[in-house]
């Protein structure tokens, strides 16, 4: 062997997903994900929403998930595991039943994001990243949801629990663990669970309107302009576009 020749040593790593658990990828989901796939004008687009298929069937993105995608797209799995890889909201171990997000980021940090998270990973006793024993709670440390006039807010699997505090999650902890409805100031009045991803793969569940879209917080510029009769300013009337002006 010369001195450049290359040599691997991944076969000898651990792999991330080394999780033995079977894969319930059947018919009816292999059908889902080409539904999925033909909705694009390029199949790849679909990449995405059909990873949240496979994680909604397995509970992470599988293996066989991983090929399933391959396969349909015509793509490497190679290529779908730098996907599944990049983006934190795809699991490469399962989850527990109530996925568990705290909010750090700059102003829920202001306001107690990292004291409400610290709080939390004590009560489950578990990290972020990490799956209680019994599979009932996982915990993820969440970059801005675009919900800082809630702050610090908390998600339980992707719904909003907002302006929280390490008392009202211990209480909604509670809640979750006894199995009671959990209702949500904004959105869905009990969160989906794992029911969520097929939503997010694509396919609608109906309860899209279900709840209060906006709180009062977000709403508040809205009547104030309302209150003193502001609007906005009118658009300034736009000159013709270069390819108009060319086309003169
Ligand atoms: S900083 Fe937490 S939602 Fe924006």
Known sequence: MSDHEFVSHF???????ADE?????DETTLAEMRELAGRYPDSRSALMPMLHLVQSVDGRVSDAGVRACAEILGIST??????????????????????IGVCTTALCAVLGGDILLDHVERRLGIGEGETTPDGMFSLERLECNAACDFAPIMTVNWEFMDNMTPDKADRLLDELAAGDVVRTPRGAPNPRGRAAAPVLAGFDDGRADEGPSAGESSLRGVECAREHG???????????????????
């Open 230 to 248: 502001w609007s906005a300013p009118a658009e300034p009337a736009l000159g013709p576009s270069s390819g108009e002006r060319e086309a003169r």
């Open 11 to 17: 076969d000898d790593a651990v792999r991330i997903d």
């Open 21 to 25: 658990a079977p894969t319930g990828i």
């Open 78 to 99: 190679a290529q779908v595991n730098g996907v599944a890889t990049f983006y934190t909201m795809f699991k490469r171990r399962p989850g527990g039943k109530q996925h």
